[in-house]
């Protein structure tokens, strides 16, 4: 079966600061999307970044960047220069290339950025 | 519409009631999905349509739980004789067909 963990249930960092929430997954197929979500106090879930696993460069989105280690299976997210409106809980979820079913979530990071 | 809309946007229902949750896609997105979130999880698969076509219910936890998409465009998940355990947001996504998934607000349903 396939699986999504995040291990850290909430986080907390400074304003302007850099962040890094950790995502590893589980699958035996060797081509699959990765995903992180925000979904903030408004209840709105919100694409942050996308990675293909068969491309070897990092995504990146402006402030956002992921970490993606395809051997160790892990996609870290990073945030640079975090603002107040990152607060938010943040999805780690994976979906196999060619199934048009559904993304496997994990449980989810809350991240709080302090003033 | 501009976005995934769901409606109603709460739903307090008492035990054993029936519930209809409805889901209007992006206009022209081909592929439909339900999810269901508990409070500190993350979404959970429920059922995901193609058209009208339901393709995959495995997600469904059990046969209270239905849902129907009879135009391809307008869906609803309906819950039969709901239990306190029901109680969660139900989401909506839509997408072209690719990974381009929008996310309604959701639907958060309470069965008191």
């Known amino acids: 079966a396939q699986t999504v963990t995040q291990s850290q249930p909430e986080m907390s960092v400074q304003e302007a600061e850099t962040v890094t929430l950790s995502c590893t997954y589980d699958?035996?197929?060797?081509?699959?999307?990765l995903f992180w979500y925000k979904q903030p106090p408004s209840r709105q879930m919100i694409l942050v970044i996308r990675q293909e696993a068969y491309k070897q460069q990092n995504a990146t989105e402006n402030r956002f960047s992921v970490n993606f280690q395809k051997a160790a299976k892990s996609f870290s997210l990073k945030i640079s220069d975090s603002q107040l409106g990152d607060t938010a809980m943040y999805f780690c979820a994976f979906k196999p290339e060619g199934s048009q079913g559904n993304l496997i979530f994990g449980k989810g990071t809350k991240l709080s950025v302090k003033p | 519409g501009a976005g995934v809309s769901q409606s109603p946007r709460y739903k307090v229902t008492k035990r054993g009631q029936d519930v209809a949750l409805r889901c209007d896609p992006i206009?022209?997105?081909?592929?439909l999905y339900w999810y269901r979130q508990a409070l500190g999880q993350g979404p959970e698969f429920l059922t995901y349509f193609n058209y009208e076509a339901q393709q995959d219910k495995s997600g469904l936890p059990n046969d209270r739980f239905s849902a129907e998409r009879p135009e391809g465009s307008i869906s609803t998940l309906t819950i039969q004789r709901t239990e306190q355990r029901d109680s969660a947001m139900y989401r909506c996504?839509?997408?072209?067909?690719?990974?381009?998934?929008?996310f309604g607000s959701g639907t958060r349903l309470t069965v008191v």
């Open positions: 996504a839509s997408s072209l067909g690719g990974v381009g998934y929008t």
């Open positions: 206009s022209g997105h081909v592929s």
């Open positions: 699958t035996s197929e060797s081509n699959y999307y």
